[in-house]
């Protein structure tokens, strides 16, 4: 019997107690659910190798009072956000040094990111107004944190509180994270000859890197595991995805609370889980574009292309020119749902588009947003 047939055959109260008591049973090696949380920030992350690098720079930085701006690119789930808010937490304890973070998928423009960091609700100032109050605000040696930077609006598009920030007389260091190195190419020239940041690449983890850091949340959140299963959810991690470390949680933490399924039956429920939480993050346009890519007969870009142009008409949005469609086609690709193939047709080079994720799903995902 399944589902609602259950709860009306028992009734719900007794459902209730007996739901309880299974839930509580399958649940029972479990100490700690937070630790599982993506949020989480444990005390001690698994240490890679470039954040010596980074926090080198953040030394020399407080020594000196000149900041090297820093850009680093790394994939999904490689740990950027939680290293910087690591440091964010130990490093002003032992230096003269000022953190503050924003992250651009929630405050997409220079207005928005700088209202945020006063603690401001974005209106009523200017940019000059508001760009005046934060070097007020912050008059010692400060490490601007832009998280996502890649996410902010088209609408402003030249980045402006980086040229501020890189022009300013006051001693700052920007740490801009992203998933690609795209987004310095869309900087205007003026600000990349100030701001001229350091490129720090965060690669990948290895299968024993992501066990690590599996091994520290098992330690953390559960009263009894197998090594075994850490490992296998290590190298199903680094194999089937850009080793993202979200994946590699949740895969743990389903293994931990469903213990009928099967490692890589949890594996697949999480990686399904992250993609879905992925094409949700999208922005319409980009939505779009997959959707476009899921829904069409041939896989060459071009074609995908025109399939998208005529969604956007339909519904009365401009389209992007090629080139701006083929600039977000290379960001799906940074995020890990497409994949771009140069082939050639005819006697031209022209792209496929492999998509990563299920295409029923984000067809689904997509109707669900535009109706
Ligand atoms: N070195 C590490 N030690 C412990 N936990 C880690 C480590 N790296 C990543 N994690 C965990 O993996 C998850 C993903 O990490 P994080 O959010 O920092 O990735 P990211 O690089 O910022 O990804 P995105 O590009 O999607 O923003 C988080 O729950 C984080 O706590
Ligand atoms: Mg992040």
Request: positive net charge; charged residues 25%; proline residues 4%.
């Amino acid at each position: 019997m399944r589902g609602v047939e259950l709860v009306r055959s028992v009734g719900i109260s007794t459902y209730v107690q007996q739901q309880k008591a299974e839930l509580g049973k399958q649940t029972k090696h479990v100490r700690d659910f937070s630790v599982f949380d993506f949020s989480y920030i444990p005390d001690q992350p698994v240490v890679r190798r470039e954040c010596r690098e980074l926090i080198d720079e953040m030394l020399r930085f407080d020594i000196s009072g000149i900041g090297t701006h820093m850009s680093i690119i790394g994939s999904r789930g490689s740990g950027k956000t939680l290293m910087l808010k690591h440091l964010q937490r130990v490093v002003p304890k032992q230096t003269s040094l000022e953190f503050v973070y924003a992250n651009c998928r929630h405050h997409n423009t220079s207005f928005k990111i700088l209202a945020h960091l006063l603690g401001e609700k974005p209106r009523g100032a200017s940019l000059p107004e508001y760009y005046e109050q934060f070097l007020a605000r912050c008059p010692g040696k400060t490490v601007v944190v832009l998280d996502e930077i890649d996410l902010m609006s088209s609408k402003d598009r030249n980045r402006e509180i980086l040229y501020l920030l890189s022009r300013s007389e006051q001693p700052f260091m920007v740490v801009m994270l992203s998933n690609s190195p795209q987004v310095l190419k869309q900087l205007d020239a003026a600000t990349r000859s100030s701001l001229q940041p350091m490129p720090l690449h965060f690669r990948n983890y290895d299968a024993g890197q992501i066990q690590d850091i599996l091994k520290q949340r098992a330690q953390l959140g559960l009263k009894e595991w197998d090594d075994g299963m850490l490992a296998e959810i290590a190298a199903l991690t680094t194999r089937m995805t850009n080793a993202d470390a979200r994946v590699a949680i949740k895969t743990l933490k389903y293994s931990a609370t469903r213990p009928r399924d099967d490692t890589k039956a949890c594996f697949e429920r999480a990686r399904r889980d992250i993609v879905i939480d992925m094409v949700n993050d999208l922005s319409d346009a980009n939505l779009t574009i997959l959707w476009a890519a899921a829904t069409s007969k041939s896989d060459l870009a071009k074609e995908i292309y025109k399939r998208y142009c005529r969604f956007s008409r339909d519904h009365q949005e401009k389209p992007f020119s090629y080139v701006h469609f083929y600039a977000n086609l290379s960001y799906l690709q940074s995020v890990g749902l497409v994949a771009l193939v140069a082939t050639k047709v005819g006697r031209t080079y022209t792209n496929r588009v492999i998509l990563t994720a299920d295409p029923r799903t984000v067809d689904q995902l997509a109707t669900l947003r535009f109706g």
